[in-house]
C-alpha cells in the first residue's frame, strides 16, 4: 500500500509515530464497528485529506490483518460525507469531486445544515461511529478525545479524531511525505479554509513583489504551525446589522500584542464586604478559578500545540507521552516566545507576575525546587527583556 510504504519507508521519526498512533485508533475503529456501521466526514481541507489516505492505509492494514488481502487495495467502502455549502470555494469542490473520482468515494452529498444533515442520514443508515480531522487547537476539539461521544442534543454517534494529536507541521510532512495531491487553494497562501466569507490568503505567507496582484509562498512554509488560523477573518456588525471584515485572526493581534499589557481584575460588590465586617470569599474563588482555567484561555487567546516545544517533551519523556491530548504542548497564539538556556531541560514559556499594590511594582516570581534552574531561568529573562523595565530584580 503506496501510503504506509511511504512513511515507512521516511526518516521522519515523528511522522512514524503520529502515523502509527493514528493508524491504531482507526483499526480499533473498524474492530468495534462494521463497515456498514463507520463513516468518514470529508470537507476537502489538508485535515481531512490526510485522514481520507490514513483510513485508506488503516482499512489495508486491517484487511490484511483479517487475511483478507492480496496486497493491493482495489475499492474503499467507508462511507464518506460531504456537506456541500453555496458559500465554500470552487477549488474546495473541485478537488472534493475529483478526489472522489480517484479513490472511488462511495459520497453522501448533503446540501442542508451539519446537524440537520447528519440527523437525517444517521435516521437512514446504520452508521454509529464518524471518523473527522479534528485536530488539538481547532475550535470544535475542546474536551474531545480520540474516541468522544457526540455532545448533547445531537444524534448519538461516535467521534473518532484519528489525528487528534497532530499539528501543522504534522499534517504537511505526512502530505509531502505521501506525495498526495491537495486542494490548489493551499499553493496560494491558504493555511486554514473555511467559507469564502471568512478566509484570505496568510499574510505571514506574502511575497515581496512589484507587481499590483499580491502573491503569496504555499501553506507548507508557514513557519510557526499556531498562527495557520490567521488567514481567517473575524466578522463585525455595521450599523445597518450587515457584516463586513474585520482583522485577520492572529496576525494583528500578534503586532498589537508588543504594545500592550493584559491585566485581570475581580470585583467584590458588598457593602460587609466593603467595611470589612464579612471576609470575601469570592474573589479567592474567582483567582482559583482565573488561575486554574489559565491566563490564556481566561483571555480568549486560543492555544494551539507547539512543535518545538513538544520535541523538547518528546526529548524528555520519549515516545510514550503521546496521548489523547498532549496539553503540555499547547501554547497561547501567536503570542509566545520560548526562552532558551542551556541550563534549562525544557525552554521557559512563561511565568508569574503581580503587584502588592494598585500603584506598586510588577513583581516576576519564580519558584522551583532547584536553585541552580530557577536562577537559569531569572538570567534567560533577564536577556530577553531591558532591566531598565524593572525597577528591583531579586
Same mark, same amino acid.
Given at each position: 500500500?503506496?501510503?504506509?510504504?511511504?512513511?515507512?519507508?521516511?526518516?521522519?521519526?515523528?511522522?512514524?509515530?503520529?502515523?502509527?498512533?493514528?493508524?491504531?485508533?482507526?483499526?480499533?475503529?473498524?474492530?468495534?464497528?462494521?463497515?456498514?456501521?463507520?463513516?468518514?466526514?470529508?470537507?476537502?481541507?489538508?485535515?481531512?485529506?490526510? *485522514? *481520507?489516505?490514513?483510513?485508506?492505509?488503516?482499512?489495508? *492494514?486491517?484487511?490484511?490483518?483479517?487475511?483478507?488481502?492480496?496486497?493491493?487495495?482495489?475499492?474503499?467502502?467507508?462511507?464518506?460525507?460531504?456537506?456541500?455549502?453555496?458559500?465554500?470555494?470552487?477549488?474546495?469542490?473541485?478537488?472534493?469531486?475529483?478526489?472522489?473520482? +480517484?479513490?472511488?468515494?462511495?459520497?453522501?452529498? +448533503?446540501?442542508?445544515?451539519?446537524?440537520?444533515?447528519?440527523?437525517?442520514?444517521?435516521?437512514?443508515?446504520?452508521?454509529?461511529?464518524?471518523?473527522?480531522?479534528?485536530?488539538?487547537?481547532?475550535?470544535?476539539?475542546?474536551?474531545?478525545?480520540?474516541?468522544?461521544?457526540?455532545?448533547?442534543?445531537?444524534?448519538?454517534?461516535?467521534?473518532?479524531?484519528?489525528?487528534?494529536?497532530?499539528?501543522?507541521?504534522?499534517?504537511?510532512?505526512?502530505?509531502? /511525505?505521501?506525495?498526495?495531491?491537495?486542494?490548489?487553494?493551499?499553493?496560494?497562501?491558504?493555511?486554514?479554509?473555511?467559507?469564502?466569507?471568512?478566509?484570505?490568503?496568510?499574510?505571514?505567507?506574502?511575497?515581496?513583489? /512589484?507587481?499590483?496582484?499580491?502573491?503569496?509562498?504555499?501553506?507548507?512554509?508557514?513557519?510557526?504551525?499556531?498562527?495557520?488560523?490567521?488567514?481567517?477573518?473575524?466578522?463585525?456588525?455595521?450599523?445597518?446589522?450587515?457584516?463586513?471584515?474585520?482583522?485577520?485572526?492572529?496576525?494583528?493581534?500578534?503586532?498589537?500584542?508588543?504594545?500592550?499589557?493584559?491585566?485581570?481584575?475581580?470585583?467584590?460588590?458588598?457593602?460587609? +464586604?466593603?467595611?470589612?465586617?464579612?471576609?470575601?470569599? *469570592?474573589?479567592?474563588?474567582?483567582?482559583?478559578?482565573?488561575?486554574?482555567?489559565?491566563?490564556?484561555?481566561?483571555?480568549?487567546?486560543?492555544?494551539?500545540?507547539?512543535?518545538?516545544?513538544?520535541?523538547?517533551?518528546?526529548?524528555?519523556?520519549?515516545?510514550?507521552?503521546?496521548?489523547?491530548?498532549?496539553?503540555?504542548?499547547?501554547?497561547?497564539?501567536?503570542?509566545?516566545?520560548?526562552?532558551?538556556?542551556?541550563?534549562?531541560?525544557?525552554?521557559?514559556?512563561?511565568?508569574?507576575?503581580?503587584?502588592?499594590?494598585?500603584?506598586?511594582?510588577?513583581?516576576?516570581?519564580?519558584?522551583?525546587?532547584?536553585?541552580?534552574?530557577?536562577?537559569?531561568?531569572?538570567?534567560?529573562?533577564?536577556?530577553?527583556?531591558?532591566?531598565?523595565?524593572?525597577?528591583?530584580?531579586?
Amino acid at each position: 500500500m503506496e501510503i504506509d510504504k511511504a512513511v515507512r519507508e521516511s526518516d521522519d521519526r515523528r511522522l512514524k509515530t503520529k502515523y502509527n498512533n493514528a493508524i491504531y485508533v482507526i483499526k480499533r475503529a473498524l474492530a468495534l464497528y462494521s463497515i456498514e456501521e463507520v463513516a468518514f466526514s470529508f470537507n476537502g481541507g489538508k485535515d481531512s485529506t490526510v *485522514l *481520507l489516505h490514513l483510513l485508506r492505509a488503516g482499512y489495508f *492494514l486491517h484487511r490484511v490483518e483479517q487475511s483478507c488481502s492480496n496486497g493491493i487495495l482495489t475499492d474503499f467502502p467507508i462511507r464518506t460525507i460531504y456537506f456541500e455549502s453555496t458559500s465554500v470555494f470552487p477549488e474546495i469542490n473541485t478537488f472534493t469531486y475529483d478526489t472522489s473520482k +480517484i479513490y472511488g468515494l462511495q459520497m453522501d452529498i +448533503i446540501c442542508t445544515d451539519f446537524k440537520s444533515g447528519l440527523e437525517a442520514l444517521l435516521k437512514a443508515k446504520p452508521i454509529r461511529a464518524i471518523f473527522l480531522g479534528v485536530r488539538i487547537g481547532d475550535p470544535t476539539a475542546v474536551g474531545q478525545e480520540q474516541f468522544s461521544p457526540s455532545s448533547p442534543g445531537w444524534p448519538p454517534f461516535m467521534r473518532v479524531n484519528p489525528i487528534l494529536d497532530w499539528s501543522y507541521r504534522d499534517v504537511w510532512a505526512f502530505l509531502l /511525505t505521501c506525495n498526495v495531491q491537495y486542494c490548489s487553494l493551499y499553493d496560494q497562501g491558504y493555511t486554514s479554509i473555511g467559507s469564502i466569507y471568512d478566509t484570505v490568503p496568510n499574510a505571514l505567507l506574502s511575497i515581496s513583489s /512589484t507587481s499590483s496582484k499580491e502573491k503569496f509562498k504555499p501553506a507548507y512554509l508557514l513557519s510557526d504551525g499556531r498562527l495557520e488560523r490567521a488567514g481567517r477573518i473575524k466578522k463585525k456588525s455595521t450599523l445597518d446589522g450587515t457584516l463586513c471584515p474585520a482583522v485577520n485572526n492572529g496576525l494583528d493581534g500578534v503586532n498589537s500584542q508588543k504594545n500592550r499589557m493584559f491585566t485581570a481584575s475581580v470585583i467584590g460588590v458588598g457593602d460587609e +464586604i466593603l467595611f470589612g465586617t464579612v471576609e470575601d470569599q *469570592l474573589g479567592p474563588s474567582l483567582c482559583r478559578k482565573l488561575h486554574s482555567i489559565g491566563v490564556a484561555k481566561a483571555f480568549g487567546v486560543r492555544l494551539a500545540p507547539d512543535e518545538e516545544f513538544e520535541e523538547f517533551l518528546r526529548h524528555l519523556i520519549g515516545d510514550q507521552c503521546t496521548g489523547d491530548r498532549n496539553e503540555m504542548a499547547q501554547l497561547p497564539e501567536g503570542i509566545t516566545e520560548l526562552l532558551h538556556h542551556e541550563k534549562l531541560g525544557v525552554p521557559l514559556v512563561g511565568f508569574c507576575c503581580f503587584r502588592r499594590s494598585r500603584q506598586g511594582p510588577l513583581i516576576i516570581s519564580f519558584e522551583g525546587k532547584d536553585a541552580s534552574i530557577v536562577e537559569a531561568a531569572v538570567e534567560a529573562l533577564c536577556r530577553k527583556i531591558n532591566l531598565r523595565a524593572f525597577s528591583e530584580v531579586n
